[in-house]
T-cell receptor, first 108, second 112 residues
Framework: LAKTTQPISMDSYEGQEVNITCSHN???????ITWYQQFPSQGPRFIIQ???TKVTNEVASLFIPADRKSSTLSLPRVSLSDTAVYYC?????????FGKGTSLLVTP | KAGVTQTPRYLIKTRGQQVTLSCSPI?????VSWYQQTPGQGLQFLFE???????NKGNFPGRFSGRQFSNSRSEMNVSTLELGDSALYLC???????????FGPGTRLLVL
């Protein structure tokens, strides 16, 4: 499984756009990139998945450059309720190891 | 479609006891995985079941076991509970092995 590297923590103010970048240098040809969101004491929630270029849904956008060695989760106009841990996974949306994720804190 | 359900949601046990946790996957999903989450260790993989067979197993002692039934529902059992087993136990289901997982709300286990 490809190893991923993402920032341990990020801070943002309400209303700002937040971009969380994940590095995955040894991503395989068949691998997808999947992001999960987790609130305290809850199970991770699937946010978005992509293979290349850009994917957008009602919650977020995922930008993947041509070499696919990194990806960026973009959260538009965050609110306090977006405070959570965000995990980047590479594979087929499945992982044995979720890593530490990125802890996002949104403040007023 | 109903999501992944886990029962019970909260549980208090004492050292030495055993516990059984239950997970019902999303309808049509045939793969169920279990994870343990603690503040210090994060999300750690326990095992994955597909078609009633254990496909993968994490690095946990034999006190942790599981099974999957023909309707894809799964149970995990922890015997001879230790204080360190206090954690949030999460179940996730997916259509097939190694596909995008959808998590349940978890069972919070406290061992006293």
């Amino acid at each position: 499984l490809a190893k991923t590297t993402q920032p341990i923590s990020m801070d943002s103010y309400e209303g700002q756009e937040v971009n969380i970048t994940c590095s995955h240098n040894n991503i395989a040809t068949n691998d997808y990139i999947t992001w999960y969101q987790q609130f305290p004491s809850q199970g991770p929630r699937f946010i978005i998945q992509g293979y290349k270029t850009k994917v957008t849904n009602e919650v977020a956008s995922l930008f993947i450059p041509a070499d696919r060695k990194s990806s960026t989760l973009s959260l538009p106009r965050v609110s306090l309720s977006d405070t959570a841990v965000y995990y980047c996974l590479v594979g087929e949306g499945y992982a044995l190891n979720f890593g530490k994720g990125t802890s996002l804190l949104v403040t007023p | 479609k109903a999501g992944v359900t886990q029962t019970p949601r909260y549980l208090i046990k004492t050292r030495g006891q055993q516990v059984t946790l239950s997970c019902s996957p999303i309808s049509g999903h045939r793969s169920v995985s279990w994870y343990q989450q603690t503040p210090g260790q994060g999300l750690q993989f326990l095992f994955e079941y597909f078609s009633e067979t254990q496909r993968n197993k994490g690095n946990f002692p034999g006190r942790f076991s599981g099974r999957q039934f023909s309707n894809s529902r799964s149970e995990m059992n922890v015997s001879t509970l230790e204080l360190g087993d206090s954690a949030l136990y999460l179940c996730a289901s997916s259509l097939r092995e190694h596909k995008t997982q959808y998590f349940g709300p978890g069972t919070r286990l406290l061992v006293l």
